[in-house]
């Protein structure tokens, strides 16, 4: 089971319920560590202090904040403490908004929120009651020492948090921008076409971190003493010029007959000493 990330009560009105909250979702991806090029030795990173010259260990760090050039105030947790707000302990929701008027753009980070037992009844009447109206909740809590303005909305089967970014956080909208001037009718409809037979249900298993998979395949080929091998360089894609002619060229490709597909390149390719006939050293091909 999932660690817990904050614990504490929901409040809507007089309502209150007992809740948890826990990861939703964590990025995956492949490490590695820093090595001393001469030996291979795994290295550390040390902390060191100037004043002193010399190193410091952990245990004589202090937190400070600088209020000018080269001048700090000591922050510690019994400071921390002193100022915990009410948030820290309860979320309370403030207001509820539509769904559909807001813009992705301001959601963060995602949470499972888990009733406790005592919770169970008004936790699932506030799911049914989001889920039927279109409503979302915002709400706020503090976290890892920092207030946050939070989204509940309703999920498949239970409550899915999101931290906001706050206004100031977010880029203005005057650098992303388009020119719908450029377009014709004829193009648009024939964009809408393509997109019509590209549609599909969204199927998150069908998709897979490709490069991850490569990258492990040459990590394991190279435990074993394998030897790597390139790929053939990357097409390069010339940009658009047509594009009535490029849409009508995507489409037609959509219509064809399929084909079988060829099998994806072997990440390990055995291979066979014909003049001696001993095993040749594998090869690993790496991600293009």
């Known amino acids: 089971?999932?660690?817990?990330?904050?614990?504490?009560?929901?409040?809507?009105?007089?309502?209150?319920?007992?809740?948890?909250?826990?990861?939703?979702?964590?990025?995956?991806?492949?490490?590695?560590?820093?090595?001393?090029?001469?030996?291979?030795?795994?290295?550390?990173?040390?902390?060191?202090?100037?004043?002193?010259?010399?190193?410091?260990?952990?245990?004589?760090?202090?937190?400070?904040?600088?209020?000018?050039?080269?001048?700090?105030?000591?922050?510690?947790e019994e400071d921390i403490k002193k100022i915990t707000p009410r948030t820290a302990k309860v979320m309370e929701i403030l207001e509820f908004v539509k769904q559909d008027e807001m813009d992705a753009v301001y959601l963060e980070n995602s949470y499972y929120l888990q009733p406790e037992d005592a919770g169970e009844k008004p936790f699932t009447l506030l799911f049914a009651a989001l889920k039927q109206?279109?409503?979302?909740?915002?709400?706020?809590?503090?976290?890892?020492n920092r207030e946050h303005v939070v989204v509940l909305r309703p999920g498949r089967s239970g409550i899915i948090l999101h931290t906001m970014y706050y206004q100031d956080e977010v880029r203005a909208t005057d650098e992303f921008r388009t020119d719908s001037g450029l377009i014709r009718d004829a193009e648009l409809k024939m964009a809408v076409s393509l997109i019509d037979a590209l549609a599909a249900g969204f199927q998150p298993e069908k998709y897979k971190d490709n490069y991850r998979e490569t990258l492990r395949g040459m990590i394991e080929?190279?435990?074993?003493?394998?030897?790597?091998?390139?790929?053939?360089?990357?097409?390069?894609?010339?940009?658009?010029?047509?594009?009535?002619?490029?849409?009508?060229?995507?489409?037609?490709?959509?219509?064809?007959?399929?084909?079988?597909?060829?099998?994806e390149p072997a990440v390990v390719e055995a291979a066979r000493s014909r003049d001696k006939g001993k095993a040749a050293p594998k090869r690993v091909r790496a991600a293009s």
């Open 1 to 76: 089971m999932a660690a817990t990330i904050w614990k504490g009560h929901i409040t809507f009105g007089l309502v209150s319920l007992p809740v948890r909250l826990l990861a939703a979702a964590r990025s995956e991806t492949i490490s590695f560590n820093q090595l001393h090029k001469s030996d291979h030795s795994r290295v550390k990173q040390v902390l060191y202090c100037q004043a002193e010259d010399k190193p410091v260990p952990r245990s004589e760090l202090v937190k400070g904040f600088e209020y000018e050039k080269d001048r700090y105030v000591v922050i510690d």
């Open 133 to 144: 109206t279109g409503y979302v909740g915002i709400a706020r809590m503090t976290m890892h």
């Open 221 to 263: 080929a190279k435990v074993q003493g394998q030897e790597i091998v390139a790929p053939p360089p990357s097409q390069e894609l010339a940009p658009v010029i047509d594009i009535m002619e490029a849409l009508k060229s995507s489409l037609a490709a959509l219509k064809k007959p399929p084909v079988a597909e060829e099998a």
